[in-house]
């Protein structure tokens, strides 16, 4: 009964079969064509890589170029807006400029009579007259 379940217990005793490759997996001559395909490619790509660039440099070389901007001897500004050389200098200027017209009488516009008047003294006059309202009964 042993037998019916194992059918390889039957077999006769052979010798094991040769070593050998087996041919029908993968097409050896079509791997080889491929691999000659890409470095053939990979050759004729260089070449013309190779082409491009002495090309470029020719053209390169035949190119004559103008003085460069920076160089030339008028002395131009750029455009605004333009790099701060000394940036604690320039906000130590500001800063200056705005307590000064914060703390003295001048025009803001001379011919709508608008002046500036320094700010301890606006303080002073907005206590004494008070801030205008609106009146009560009037649309809100």
Same mark, same amino acid.
């Given at each position: 009964?042993?037998?019916?379940?194992?059918?390889?217990?039957?077999r006769?005793?052979?010798?094991?079969?040769?070593?050998?490759?087996e041919t029908?997996?993968?097409?050896?001559?079509?791997?080889?064509?491929?691999?000659?395909? @890409?470095?053939v490619?990979?050759? #004729?790509?260089g070449?013309?890589?190779? +082409?491009?660039?002495?090309?470029?440099? !020719?053209?390169?070389?035949?190119?004559?170029?103008?003085?460069?901007?920076l160089a030339?001897?008028?002395?131009?500004?750029?455009?605004?807006?333009?790099?701060?050389?000394?940036?604690?200098?320039?906000l130590?200027?500001?800063?200056a400029?705005?307590?000064?017209a @914060?703390?003295?009488?001048?025009? #803001?516009?001379?011919?709508a009579?608008? +002046?500036?008047?320094?700010?301890?003294? !606006?303080?002073?006059?907005?206590v004494?007259?008070g801030?205008?309202?609106?009146p009560e009964g009037?649309?809100?």
């Open positions: 009964m042993a037998e019916m379940h194992l059918p390889h217990a039957d006769e005793k052979t010798e094991p079969a040769a070593v050998d490759h029908s997996d993968v097409n050896i001559r079509a791997v080889f064509g491929f691999a000659l395909g @890409l470095t490619t990979t050759i #004729v790509v070449f013309a890589v190779w +082409v491009l660039f002495q090309y470029f440099t !020719a053209r390169e070389a035949r190119t004559v170029f103008t003085e460069y901007p030339a001897k008028e002395s131009r500004l750029p455009p605004e807006p333009r790099l701060q050389t000394n940036p604690r200098e320039d130590s200027n500001l800063r400029r705005e307590d000064q @914060l703390s003295s009488y001048g025009w #803001v516009d001379k011919n009579g608008v +002046v500036r008047i320094p700010i301890e003294r !606006a303080m002073q006059l907005v004494e007259r801030l205008p309202a609106r009037g649309p809100r």
